[in-house]
C-alpha cells in the first residue's frame, strides 16, 4: 500500500499501539519496500493490558 494509504492506517490504529516497528527491505530509485510491524496494546495479558493502556506508543526505534 502507498506510505499515505499506511500512516492513515496507523494514525487510526495509533491509540491502541504499544510498539511500532519499521523494516526497509529494498529501496529503489522511485520505490522502497517498507514492512511495519506493530503491537497492540489490547492483545497483552490483562496485567500487562492495565500497565500500558496509558502509554503512548513507541516511535523511537
Not at 14 to 37: C, G, R, S
Request: net charge negative; no cysteine.
Amino acid at each position: 500500500m502507498p506510505l499515505d494509504a499506511a500512516i492513515e492506517l496507523l494514525k487510526k490504529e495509533y491509540p491502541d499501539l504499544y510498539d511500532i516497528n519499521l523494516y526497509i527491505f529494498k529501496a529503489l530509485h522511485k520505490e522502497t519496500v517498507i514492512e511495519i510491524q506493530y503491537y497492540r496494546k489490547s492483545n497483552g495479558e490483562p496485567d500487562y493490558y492495565e500497565k500500558i493502556k496509558d502509554h503512548p506508543a513507541d516511535a523511537s526505534r
